[in-house]
């Protein structure tokens, strides 16, 4: 069994609006702050039923920045979902048939996936080419084609492979994901 998480990639510049709207949503989240970047790995999103696309909707309307929400299920698909302020800009799933497909014939490819849409979202000009070839690519797990995308797109590597379980539970230190990283909206447990 592979690896499963979930995460929101931010790129903006005002911290206390990202703590304020997942204060406002009555979330329980870790958020990574990085100069110029923040990843949201939120508590809800783990079950992967759509909660992360709905709260990276929420926060890019909400402050007006690019939101990249992340769900890799299993290392086998990797499903992310770009908002621009209140606007889906790019939806994208490495596997669509996974779920259905019969293992008959040839099993459907990348869906989606518009690298003109994420390097606009991203300042990143030029860059169209080297997201095309992540996009189709094979991978052997999905954790790779999320650090090619990272890489590409210049969002910070402790947005791959890191979800709010993996902080939660002590596989990821603060030591390792680099920058500040703050627990949003958890009460204090009974005495």
Known sequence: ????????????SDLSAVEELLRRADRTAYVLVRPGFWVVYDKASEQQDGTVEALARQIAAGIGWSALAVTNHDD???????FVGAREADSY??????WDWNGEGVEPGPAGGDSAALCAAFDRDGSQGSL????????????ERHEALCGVLGLPGQA?????????????SLNQV???????????EPA
């Open 132 to 143: 095309d070839a992540v996009l189709t690519g094979e991978f052997d797990f999905e954790v």
């Open 93 to 98: 799933n490495s596997r669509p048939g996974y």
């Open 1 to 12: 069994m592979g690896h499963m998480y979930t995460n929101i990639t931010l790129a903006g």
């Open 160 to 172: 791959v492979g890191v979800g709010f379980t993996d902080v939660s539970d002590g596989h990821v």
């Open 76 to 82: 086998d698909v990797l499903i992310y979902r770009l």
């Open 178 to 188: 680099g920058g500040r990283l703050l627990l949003i909206g958890v009460a204090p």
